[in-house]
């Protein structure tokens, strides 16, 4: 099962997400909060949690502080965004805090979990707003080729498999590694390319910027 933990100051809202996160068999609430604070005063570093899920207009502290802080505890936690904000600047506070994906509220509940499913794919969520808003921001962005120098061997092996739309778990099989190892070689690709999810990857694929292939 996936754990989750959810972030949100709606009750309403707070609710429906619990239900259809316990209602499917491949995920399961094991907290809940209706601010940061709340949620801090339980998550512990032993916690063990998959995947962080926040509001980002939160009384007291913001989720995307919220999510600075799980990621700067445990760093293999996937936090992702749950609002109705989508300003760029909102955006791409979230992502350079470390959000793993975007989800605007508007989304169906239904999608919503196989979106949290599919993280643990490798698959980021990216609502169809946000992932124009993204690509839109790196048609502006500097056109400078990316050289292969700048990653390891197996780095950019891992890369050429993400672009190829493979999961952590193909990427772990193909190689021979752990889904661990996996995702230490992505974490340090995205570091190296100064992304944070694998739409901006692509995009710097599409428009000729990666010297790998």
């Known amino acids: 099962m996936i754990k989750i933990a959810i972030i949100e100051d709606d009750t309403f809202i707070l609710e429906e997400l619990v239900s259809i996160v316990n209602k499917s068999e491949h995920l399961e609430c094991i907290m809940s909060a209706s601010s940061a604070e709340n949620f801090f005063k339980y998550y512990k570093k032993e916690t063990l949690l998959d995947i962080l899920l926040t509001d980002i207009n939160l009384p007291g502290k ?3 502080e919220a999510i600075m802080k799980v990621k700067g505890i445990s760093p293999d936690t996937d936090a992702i965004v749950l609002s109705s904000f989508h300003d760029n600047d909102t ?3 979230a992502l350079r805090a470390g959000a793993t994906g975007y989800i605007l509220k508007d989304t169906p509940l239904e999608e919503i979990e196989q979106q949290l499913i599919d993280v643990k794919k490798g698959t980021p969520p990216l609502s ?7 690509f839109k921001y790196f048609d502006a962005s500097s056109s400078q080729v990316i050289q292969k120098q700048q990653l390891t061997t197996k780095e950019v092996q891992v890369l050429k498999l993400l672009v190829q739309g ?3 778990k193909e990427i772990a099989s193909q190689m021979e590694i752990t889904i661990n190892g996996a995702r230490y070689h992505v974490k340090n690709i995205y ?3 100064h992304i944070n999810a694998r739409p901006q990857l692509m995009k710097l694929y599409i428009d000729g910027q990666l010297d790998f292939f």
Do not use: D, E, T
Not at 128 to 134: E, H, L, Q, T
């Open 166 to 168: 493979l999961s952590y």
């Open 91 to 93: 955006v791409f506070k």
């Open 128 to 134: 169809p707003a946000i992932a124009k808003r993204i």
């Open 191 to 193: 570091k190296k390319l």
């Open 62 to 64: 913001s989720g995307i």
